[in-house]
């Protein structure tokens, strides 16, 4: 289905809206009047509802669905089942739009390129090619009129999030939704994007087992990133056929995370299994950065000051750690609370020993202490947490979740351990600053 018409956009705009406000009335429903909604069946009718639509709703929703009691859990559990993965547009629509950005001769700058998607995703659809040099490419195209529709999405998101939070005191979500508005706007620049590319090239290039594309800014703008095309296999078929590469697969998507974060303070905010392939060696191929998030280094220092406040049980130290996330000062109940989830996150890395990163093999990774935490946070009163929170909590989370899917069996201590060991925050500002200027990246990101 072609959407570049204002009948289309109008369209696609009712069927969002019809969607958020028919879950946010039949849940507020059943929170005011008792009203009786099976949540299970609910959940699935809204992933339904949702799953059909192009653009950046299904973004946010695999996002929420990470964030713990950002949502119920019925709700959580269904929209993690969203893929990036809608139809893609017809061969009439990618000539329009490839006009559009390249102009009329745009079909002679390349050697060939496919008439048909070779991936369809949320804000655009990729394009197999080949230039005049005979390179392989990836040229990812977004869909039109993004922009307006991510504010329309955002706009219905907000009014899901107050309704809920009317009835859940848990958690305060207009942080998270400061932050999903900011990435997801950022996400349409392209531009931004191959620079985002050179800036993971740079931090991982003494990774020999993470691969980068490189972008090509003579075939790109704002709206069309032209890519070298990386040959790989999808990561959890690649891990049951391969199983003697799972704990090998484990370890290059932690360092391909976690260097960058705490060498330069930037994370991949968004670890869906799209986002990356493995080759025959189990090298890991990253194929999307369009939602990447700069810190502060003193947040970083935050997230290690946590991690040996837990260790050394130094609830000061803790304190302080939450403080420079940027949570406002917590008693000692609510203090007692996000340790609780704190401990959940961080229990791998604290243990000196091979180990799976969490001993179930059943649920979403965090699903049941993010429960318990739910329930004990209201009864507190609640938190809001701070908008750094939300991308390194749902990495942490995305990670989790392939690791225990996988089956891997690492020492998370000693990976961890080697990243941090030498960690100093002026001389990591120092290196953020100086990578971000090599690529044409401001320095701060809030």
């Not at 659809?125 to 390179?135: F, K, L, T």
């Not at 609780?340 to 202490?369: F, N, Q």
Request: charged fraction near 30%; include cysteine; glycine fraction near 8%.
């Amino acid at each position: 289905m072609d959407e570049d018409t204002l009948q289309g956009r109008v369209k696609r705009y009712t069927r969002v809206g019809y969607a958020a406000g028919k879950a946010a009335g039949k849940y507020a429903g059943k929170r005011i009047l008792g009203l009786p909604i099976s949540e299970a069946a609910h959940a699935e009718e809204l992933r339904q509802a949702l799953g059909g639509l192009k653009g950046p709703v299904m973004k946010v929703a695999q996002i929420m669905a990470t964030v713990p009691d950002a949502l119920p859990p019925e709700y959580a559990k269904e929209l993690a089942q969203l893929q990036a993965d809608a139809p893609a547009m017809g061969w009439p629509f990618v000539k329009r739009r490839m006009k559009m950005e390249l102009g009329a001769g745009w079909q002679d700058l390349f050697a060939d390129f496919e008439h048909k998607a070779t991936f369809a995703a949320s804000l655009g659809q990729v394009h197999r090619a080949v230039d005049h040099d005979g390179n392989v490419l990836a040229c990812k195209l977004q869909y039109p009129d993004m922009a307006s529709a991510v504010e329309a999405d955002l706009r219905q998101l907000k009014i899901v999030f107050g309704l809920y939070h009317r009835y859940d005191k848990a958690i305060d979500p207009s942080q998270i939704h400061h932050e999903l508005s900011d990435r997801l706007r950022e996400e349409l620049d392209y531009d931004r994007e191959a620079r985002h590319m050179r800036l993971y090239a740079r931090m991982l290039k003494d990774e020999p087992s993470i691969h980068t594309p490189e972008p090509k800014e003579d075939l790109s703008t704002s709206r069309l990133l032209c890519m070298t095309w990386l040959d790989g296999k999808p990561l959890l078929g690649f891990a049951e056929d391969n199983p003697e590469f799972r704990d090998q697969l484990a370890l290059n998507m932690f360092r391909a995370w976690y260097t960058p974060l705490y060498r330069y303070g930037v994370i991949h905010g968004d670890p869906h299994l799209g986002n990356y392939t493995v080759r025959p060696d189990g090298s890991l191929n990253l194929l999307d950065f369009g939602c990447i998030r700069v810190f502060k280094p003193g947040f970083v220092k935050g997230i290690i000051d946590l991690y040996h406040a837990l260790r050394e049980d130094d609830r000061d130290l803790a304190v302080h750690a939450y403080e420079s996330w940027g949570f406002d000062t917590p008693d000692q109940e609510v203090l007692d609370v996000l340790n609780r989830w704190a401990r959940y996150i961080y229990t791998p890395l604290l243990e000196d020993k091979v180990r799976r990163i969490h001993d179930t093999d059943t649920g979403a990774y965090g699903a049941g202490m993010a429960a318990k935490v739910q329930r004990e946070l209201n009864q507190l009163g609640g938190i809001t947490p701070p908008r750094e929170f939300v991308l390194v909590n749902r990495a942490a989370i995305g990670l989790g979740s392939v690791f225990m899917r996988i089956k891997a069996e690492v020492n998370w201590y000693r990976l961890f351990h080697d990243l941090i060991e030498d960690f100093d925050v002026d001389a990591m500002g120092k290196r953020q600053q100086k990578v971000l200027r090599k690529v044409g990246l401001v320095e701060d990101e809030d």
